[in-house]
């Protein structure tokens, strides 16, 4: 039997007709039916073009123009991924942002075509300020917290990936891990380390056995260099799930209370945890050599 649709009865609500609805009773509560846009300027141009860099000169023509800045903005960002910590690559980061919201004033431009200097000068700065407030920084954090982190070390830096398992790491890998720091007093005289992220060889991993001696130290035998403020004597073996990483602090004090005492310190901070890891860094970035200390 052929279904038959009558003319005199309603389709059916579909399943998304609530949010429609919810939508519409949001829009008539903040007043915002009674703003009506000029007929170039739409909602969906005006979410695009904050969204999206470049849209609103594309969309507000000439499209040669929309098409440069995307270009622009897709050079910029390759120069900030490249030199990712540097001031070269603040300065292309800065420039993304000033082209997004340019982009976004220029698709604004009817709106503000009767509006005086001072509201067009405070609507750029007040764009800029939503813009780099609601989408770079949030951007920026999410970057460096879950793929890349710059790391600083003897005024070069060093780019870390943190998409790494801790289990992957294996001794003689280089890793950045978080580190804490610590202040020594004896007699009023006080040394501190700073706190922050560290980076360094790991030594020795889980169950190996570090001995120390005046000369050097050895790791299940195998004997190395000894590093600075490294003990004169003592054994330790490496807990589960932990590493050890001799820490590269930059000490600061003022007094003398002797060596030991920074030795103890900074052997209990060389103790660390597969909790502290971060990342490990590339061992080229681009054309550069990443030279690790």
Sequence with gaps: MSRFVSSYYPPRARWCSPLFSFGNSLR??????????????????LAGSFLIPGVGVYLRRPRLWGLIAFAVYGLLFLQFIMWLGYPFGNYAFGLMLSIHATSFVYYCSPLLSNARFRFRLGFTVA?????????YAPLRHAIQEHWLT??????????????VSANTVQRGNWVAYTLSGYVISVHGNQYA???GMGLGSVLAMAGDRVDFSTNAFTVNGI???????????????????????????????????????????????????ENQFVGEPFKRWFWRRQSLP
Aim: aromatic share 8%; hydrophobic share 45%; glycine share 10%.
């Design 28 to 45: 008539r509560g903040l007043v915002l039916d009674h703003i009506h846009l000029p007929k170039d300027v739409t909602s969906l141009g």
């Design 223 to 273: 004997a190395h260099p000894l590093l600075p403020y490294m003990p004169a004597f003592g054994t330790l073996t490496v807990p589960e799930n932990h590493w050890f990483i001799w820490p590269d602090f930059a000490i600061n004090g003022h007094g003398d209370i002797g060596e030991a005492n920074i030795s103890a310190a900074m052997l209990q901070r060389a103790d660390v945890s």
């Design 193 to 195: 380390g700073h706190s």
């Design 150 to 163: 710059p790391l600083r070390v003897n005024g070069h830096v060093i780019v870390v990936q943190k998409r």
């Design 127 to 135: 764009v800029l300020i939503a813009v780099g407030g609601f989408i």
